[in-house]
């Protein structure tokens, strides 16, 4: 089974400036997806970036950018010139090619942006 | 608008009362799954649907009964609800396909007091 795991339950930013969330997962699987998701307090899940693991070059967009690393099974998330609005819950996930194509979720990091 | 909607938005239920919820999704999606939501624990798998008429186990499923009997709804069953399951519940839907990406619902907070 795989597992996904973040270690960082809270972090916090000043606005404008940078900071990454960590992720790393487990898995035996060789062709698979990973995501990050942000939760905000309106509880919606929406997706910030993806990233298939058959691609070398890590995902982009806008002020986020992902740390893809294969062989280390880690996945953080950057997020560049943090503003007010980027306050959230953050998931990582996983999705295998099988089972259902079910995303697997870390436990989450709580991110609060400083004005 | 297109998507998934969850009924109810909020619940409270006493020990052993029973309830569905009902998703339902207009995008005709094939994929359709359950996660319930702890603090501290992420999004965890109750159930899910690979199609119509099918139902399969995810991570957390005692507890819990699903059918999906039309492609468009998957309905979540406690038969006797506990204080365990005071969270709240996603739902979420895919296509078929490597690039589908997944919609989720606003969620269903259910208290059992």
């Known amino acids: 089974a795989q597992t996904v795991t973040q270690s960082q339950p809270e972090m916090s930013v000043q606005e404008a400036e940078t900071v990454t969330l960590s992720c790393t997962y487990d898995?035996?699987?060789?062709?698979?997806?990973l995501f990050w998701y942000k939760q905000p307090p309106s509880r919606q899940m929406i997706l910030v970036i993806r990233?298939?693991?058959?691609?070398?070059q890590n995902a982009t967009e806008n002020r986020f950018s992902v740390n893809f690393q294969k062989a280390a099974k880690s996945f953080s998330l950057k997020i560049s010139d943090s503003q007010l609005g980027d306050t959230a819950m953050y998931f990582c996930?996983?999705?295998?090619?099988?089972?259902?194509?079910?995303?697997?979720f870390g436990e989450g990091t709580q991110l609060t942006v400083n004005p | 608008n297109a998507g998934v909607t969850q009924t109810p938005k909020f619940r409270v239920l006493k020990t052993g009362q029973s309830m569905t919820l009902l998703c339902a999704q207009d995008?005709?999606?094939?994929?359709m799954y359950w996660y319930r939501q702890d603090p501290g624990m992420g999004l965890r798998l109750i159930h899910y649907?690979?199609?119509?008429?099918?139902?399969a186990k995810g991570e957390v499923p005692d507890g819990y009964n699903v059918s999906r009997l039309k492609k468009q709804n998957f309905l979540l069953g406690l038969e006797s609800a506990a204080p365990s399951q005071t969270s709240v519940y996603f739902c979420?839907?895919?296509?078929?396909?490597?690039?589908?990406?997944?919609?989720f619902g606003s969620g269903t907070r259910l208290t059992v007091v």
């Open positions: 898995t035996s699987e060789s062709n698979y997806y």
């Open positions: 649907s690979v199609g119509e008429g099918t139902t």
């Open positions: 990233q298939e693991a058959y691609k070398q």
């Open positions: 979420a839907s895919r296509p078929t396909g490597a690039t589908g990406g997944y919609t």
């Open positions: 996930a996983f999705r295998g090619e099988t089972s259902g194509s079910r995303l697997t």
């Open positions: 995008m005709n999606h094939e994929y």
